[in-house]
């Protein structure tokens, strides 16, 4: 698993914008990443494991925005 990316414990779902947020570090940066689904998904540990392992799928094929959010939709 790629370990460039510390992800922290603060997901929350936006109700709004329907997507979770949460933060990770990068490179000693700090990221926010908003996983936009279209329904809201119970939140649990599988559900928390999966968006890190698609953050890190993203990251092994594309360069991090320069303005330090990463918007993924839910597959």
């Not at 370990?3 to 940066?29: H, K, P, R, V, W």
Request: hydrophobic residues 35%.
């Amino acid at each position: 698993m790629n370990q460039q990316i510390l992800f922290n414990d603060d997901i929350a779902f936006n109700d709004c914008s329907q997507e979770y947020i949460f933060t990770g570090l990068l490179s000693g940066e700090r990221v926010t990443i908003k996983i936009k689904t279209e329904t809201p998904l119970p939140l649990d540990e599988a559900l928390k494991f999966d968006f890190e392992c698609q953050v890190e799928e993203w990251l092994e094929e594309n360069e991090p925005p320069d303005n330090g959010e990463i918007v993924l939709f839910h597959n």
